[in-house]
């Protein structure tokens, strides 16, 4: 399960919003030091996302990417992952 803290980023990452119920992307910027750092390692440990490494971010940040399964955590009733993205 993720924290109602995890779900909030993950909603972020995908471009979820009250208004907004297609997502359109998927990712999060976040290093060492960041206040949701922690909640992003915690989802990769547990498998609901990934991370790499990029020589276009700043020294020690990572790009976040939600997996399959913690993009369907994050979804309330209405909301749909975009077929394209996600297929």
Known sequence: MMTSR?????R???GLTRSRLVSF?????????????????AMVAAGFA???ESKL???GD???HL?????ELALKPGDVLDPEDWP
């Open 6 to 10: 995890q779900i909030e980023l993950a």
């Open 12 to 14: 972020h990452a995908l």
């Open 25 to 41: 992307r998927n990712h999060f910027c976040a290093g060492p030091g960041h206040t949701d750092f922690d909640d992003w390692e």
């Open 50 to 52: 990934r991370k790499r």
């Open 57 to 59: 971010l700043a020294p």
């Open 62 to 64: 990572v790009m976040f």
């Open 67 to 71: 997996t399959r399964a913690g993009a």
